[in-house]
């Protein structure tokens, strides 16, 4: 609604507010209200970076995708809806047009395709990136998360507004194609090859930083239990000095702590615990 909606309605000359940033605002808002709840993905990419990086499970990924596309069409339908009861606006096509991602004669500038996909790889790479370590366990600032991630989506929609409405984002630029016209629809593929390329990259590299090397089992026991167990000892020992031959009571097993399994998502869990507290 807000990566389509402010572009689509605004007038350059008189919005001091650019649609890049109303975008990133808005994910930055959605991530603040809905983390807790899914992680805070919103984009295709970034769901893929998360079970590429080990953080998700790839049905649930699966899941998560079909969500944010019916979620994509149905902002957009809404859109339309809204387009529809303003009079001067006869031809919804065109008006999303100018808001549809393209490259070639749909980029205001012409860039080619080379250009849009360079731009596309890299920027959804980096999103998913910022994603992965600012929603991380290891980072102490992981309560910044939705505004490091709000900002740097907002950075590159400036960056890829004029390039071609690059959206870094699958989910948004099917919706802007389903209603733009036959040439946005055909150029749709490249915003969904490159941010899967980008996510993969990254999601790739995140995992090769943070679980390259596996956590052995470590040998240890619970303080309670060190001290029940230097009880237990005690105890036995003054049955053995006062009986004289009651067996020494056997120790507790030690067990080792398993290290954390794959498939959790950082993210989630993080939101979770701050809304707890």
Request: proline share 7%; no cysteine; glycine share 12%.
């Amino acid at each position: 609604m807000a990566g389509l909606g402010v572009p689509l309605f605004s007038i350059p000359d008189s919005n001091p507010l650019s649609a890049s940033l109303a975008a990133g605002l808005a994910l930055t808002a959605a991530m603040l209200a809905f983390g807790y709840l899914s992680g805070g993905h919103f984009n295709p990419a970034v769901t893929l970076g998360n079970a590429i990086a080990g953080r998700l499970r790839f049905p649930e990924a699966a899941a998560y995708l079909g969500a944010q596309l019916i979620g994509a069409l149905l902002g957009v339908v809404a859109l339309l809806g809204i387009l529809r009861t303003v009079p001067r606006i006869s031809d919804t096509r065109a008006a999303f047009d100018t808001v549809a991602a393209g490259f070639g004669e749909q980029s205001i500038i012409q860039a080619p395709m080379a250009g849009a996909l360079l731009v596309e790889f890299l920027g959804t790479a980096l999103l998913v990136a910022v994603y992965l370590g600012t929603t991380s366990d290891r980072n102490p600032s992981r309560a910044a998360a939705p505004f490091a991630v709000g900002l740097t989506m907002a950075v590159l929609l400036q960056l890829g507004q004029t390039i071609g409405n690059t959206p870094f984002n699958p989910a948004r630029a099917t919706a802007s194609a389903l209603f733009g016209n036959a040439d946005a629809l055909g150029q749709l593929w490249l915003f969904w090859v490159a941010p899967i390329v980008g996510a993969v990259l990254a999601g790739l590299v995140y995992r090769g930083f943070t679980q390259g090397t596996p956590v052995p089992a470590a040998v240890v026991q619970d303080e309670d239990e060190d001290d029940l167990d230097a009880e237990d000892k005690l105890d036995a020992g003054d049955d053995e000095a006062s009986a004289g031959a009651a067996p020494a009571r056997p120790a507790r097993p030690v067990t080792a702590e398993q290290p954390p399994t794959p498939g959790g998502d950082e993210a989630r869990d993080f939101f979770d615990s701050s809304r707890g507290r």
